[in-house]
T-cell receptor, first 111, second 114 residues
């Protein structure tokens, strides 16, 4: 399974866009990139996922580079409630079921 | 919208006791996954079931067992509890088990072993 690398922490001012990077240089052609977040010991919350094209939903946008070796999650207008650990996950190639959670990025949204 | 339900939310046990955690998936979801998250750690996959059959297995101790019932709910049974089993246990559910079947997580059960 492709390994992901994320910065351990990031700060963002409230109301500004938060851009969270993720490297997944060993991703294979049929693997999806998922983003989840976990707010203080709550269950991980699904945000968005994508394969090749950029994706947008009511929560965020996902930008995947053309070579698919990295992606960026964008929260367009961060609020204090967006403070959480954000996990970038590549879905397992041969074991589709499980998610491998890496260390994630702790996003601190500050007033 | 209905979410994944886990019970109990909190559980305190003594060493060597047994614990049973329950998970009720989102209606019409047929796949259930269990994850363990130790203090300060990231969630680790334990086991999953699809259509009542075990579909994948992670780092689940032999002291733990799980099953999925005909109504698709799942139970994680933990015996001979150890202090190191103290953790948050999350259940997630999805419809199907393909690449793009999104997993939705429950609120978790916090198990404390004394």
């Amino acid at each position: 399974d492709a390994k992901t690398t994320q910065p351990p922490s990031m700060d963002c001012a409230e109301g500004r866009a938060a851009n969270l990077p993720c490297n997944h240089s060993t991703i294979s052609g049929n693997e999806y990139v998922y983003w989840y977040r976990q707010i203080h010991s709550q269950g991980p919350q699904y945000i968005i996922h994508g394969l090749k094209n950029n994706e947008t939903n009511e929560m965020a946008s996902l930008i995947i580079t053309e070579d698919r070796k990295s992606s960026t999650l964008i929260l367009p207008h961060a609020t204090l409630r967006d403070t959480a650990v954000y996990y970038c996950i590549v879905r397992g190639r041969y074991n589709f079921n499980k998610f491998y959670f890496g260390s994630g990025t702790k996003l601190n949204v500050k007033p | 919208a209905a979410g994944v339900i886990q019970s109990p939310r909190h559980l305190i046990k003594e060493k060597r006791e047994t614990a049973t955690l329950k998970c009720y998936p989102i209606p019409r979801h047929d796949t259930v996954y269990w994850y363990q998250q130790g203090p300060g750690q990231d969630p680790q996959f334990l086991i999953s079931f699809y259509e009542k059959m075990q579909s994948d297995k992670g780092s689940i101790p032999d002291r733990f067992s799980a099953q999925q019932f005909s109504d698709y709910h799942s139970e994680l049974n933990m015996s001979s509890l150890e202090l190191g089993d103290s953790a948050l246990y999350f259940c997630a559910s999805s419809f199907g088990q393909g690449d793009i079947d999104t997993q939705y997580f429950g609120p978790g059960t916090r198990l404390t072993v004394l």
